[in-house]
């Protein structure tokens, strides 16, 4: 017997979930610099830098354009993109440079301001900086919450009055503990740095620091004296409403870099952020636009194809690997020689002590050299690609590499999938009705794109998240299965397209 019933249809709320994935294989450097808080001068602590060879210690906008080279994978991004990087310090006192895997990836996400759905995105201006995070901070502060719990769903985040900028910064930060072997978890979704021990029991492929920039502006400011100020988050960090006074929405940049803690399994000791931060809660991001603003703005206005790959957008030039690895900055003379990669000794770089919270690490405080108290993380595994999941999913971006050719299987396979379902997104009435992988209809869930692209042996996999509108009408059911995860179906979101059949 069959049912008639009303089924669910989609339409996109948002056209424009577009984005695209800038990879910057290559760092120009390793070092002391960090020309927003230290500009001319050696900064605190150590960082990896990414983008324009005309880095250097306090560069204009003409520096970075100027640079002979840049070390991601389009030619025309001169920016400079810069997070601190990370040492493990052995029983003995000694640190050691852990290595950074794949370069980094800058994620432009071209998510409007919801209350404003028919607004645009605008390009940074020319030479437009700011900085995502606090390298203060020691502490996890929303109130009434611990990190030790979940974040509430994103939903109830306005009722819990938890969208203040200072929680949103904390949760515009996030540590992915990576196992290729079990479903991704979801990007944003732990908020502190697990301790040695959970790292070693439970992420053999490393751990993905993750920070993503507000992305809403005050429309006048190219910068502002904290490098803060001038920009805002939008209340789901991501996406969702921009705050008043802050209704311009520039690009979303999302940084992952990913670091091989793995290489330290059963070895003792601990790991520390070059802040001298082990718990995370002060990971940071920077930024200086080093585009050209008018040719970021046609790439905004074009570079809109679903599958967020930079080969997909026509105007952008592109070069290998080995020309954004090949890239390097000139270190200038007052770092020269100083000892940031590899065993460095029993001493951070600059000197930086680690501190832990609850105090923040300013410098009025005294350093806080023991632990104070740093319990046992107990936010675990979470799968981030289950539709039920999705209050894990800010972004539902993943990256993954692997060297195994064998459980990954070839992601070309992917691609016709992908990009029916792609296509089928950009339509302007769609109608398909995303379900849980167990079945259940969808209501007010957001619907799932993945993708896998492959650079050499790296596979990488990305998923995207729209937030969608429902309406009911009557339907029959054509199934398309779309984005299948690595080797199990689970990872997998099926969309099922419906007909109005009715009359
Ligand atoms: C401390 O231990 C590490 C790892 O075993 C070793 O490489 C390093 O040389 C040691 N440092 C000193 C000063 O002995
Ligand atoms: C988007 O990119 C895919 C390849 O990844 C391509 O097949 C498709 O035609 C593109 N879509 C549009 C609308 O350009």
């Known amino acids: 017997m069959r049912i008639n019933a009303s089924f669910v249809v989609l339409s996109l709320v948002s056209s424009a979930a577009a984005f695209w994935r800038m990879e910057c294989r290559g760092r120009v450097g390793l070092a002391r610099l960090d020309p927003l808080i230290s500009p001319g001068t050696a900064s605190q602590h150590a960082h990896v830098i990414h983008g324009s060879s005309g880095f250097n210690a306090d560069p204009t906008h003409e520096d970075l354009v100027n640079g002979e080279c ?21 029983a003995n006192g000694t640190y050691q440079e852990v290595n950074q895997v794949g370069g980094m990836l800058a994620y432009y996400f071209l998510n409007k301001d ?24 020691r502490t996890y502060s929303i109130a009434g919450f611990s990190y030790l719990e979940a974040d509430p769903a994103k939903s109830l985040w306005g009722q819990l009055g938890q969208t203040n900028q200072r929680d949103l910064e904390q949760r515009a930060v996030g540590f992915n503990c990576l196992n290729y072997n079990k479903d991704p978890e979801g990007s944003l979704q732990r908020h502190y740095l697990p301790d040695k021990n959970y790292l070693d029991a439970n992420c053999p492929d490393g751990v993905r620091f993750e920070v993503s920039f507000p992305s809403c502006w005050n429309g006048k400011d190219i910068d502002s004296p904290d490098h ?10 991501l996406n969702g409403n ?8 520039l690009p979303g940049l999302f940084y992952e870099t990913i670091w091989e803690t793995n ?93 832990y919270g609850p105090g923040s690490a300013n410098g009025d405080d005294k350093p806080q050299t023991s632990p104070v108290s740093v319990p046992v993380p107990t936010v675990g595994y ?12 800010p ?46 209809a969808a209501g007010g869930y957001e619907i799932i794109t993945t993708q896998y692209i492959t ?49």
């Open 70 to 90: 840049t070390s991601c994978i389009v030619k025309e991004d001169k920016s400079a993109y810069w997070t601190p990087n990370v040492y493990f310090k052995h």
């Open 455 to 503: 650079n050499g042996n790296v596979v990488s996999k990305i998923v995207v998240v729209e937030t969608v509108d429902y309406v009911m009408v009557p339907t029959e059911t054509v199934t398309v299965t779309a984005a299948m995860g690595r080797k199990k179906a689970r990872h997998g979101i099926h969309l099922r397209r419906h007909r109005d059949t009715a009359h």
């Open 263 to 355: 290489a330290f399994r059963g070895i003792e000791g601990e790991f520390v952020i070059s802040n001298g931060d082990v718990q995370g809660f002060g990971y940071h991001g920077d930024f200086i636009s080093g585009w050209d603003s008018d040719f970021l703005q046609q790439a905004v206005n074009t570079c809109t194809n679903l599958s967020g790959r930079v080969q997909d957008c026509p105007i952008f030039s592109l070069q290998s690997e080995d020309d954004q690895r090949s890239c390097k900055m000139a270190t200038p003379p007052f770092i020269a020689g100083e000892k940031v990669a590899g065993l460095i000794g029993d001493s951070l770089p600059g000197g930086v002590v680690i501190q």
């Open 228 to 237: 803060k100020s001038h920009v805002a988050y939008p209340d789901l960090v």
């Open 114 to 137: 919801q209350k404003n759905p028919d607004g645009k995105i605008r390009a940074f201006p020319n030479n437009f900086r700011m900085i995502a995070g606090d390298s203060t901070r």
């Open 382 to 393: 979470t799968p981030g690609t289950t539709v039920t999941g999705s209050e894990y999913l």
């Open 395 to 440: 972004g539902g971006v993943f990256q993954e590499s692997s060297t195994s050719t064998s459980e990954t299987s070839a992601p070309t396979s992917f691609a016709p999938e992908v990009n029916t379902l792609g296509v089928q997104m950009q339509s302007p009435a769609p109608t398909a009705t995303p379900t849980s992988s167990d079945g259940q």
């Open 242 to 249: 921009c705050p008043d006074g802050f209704d311009v929405k």
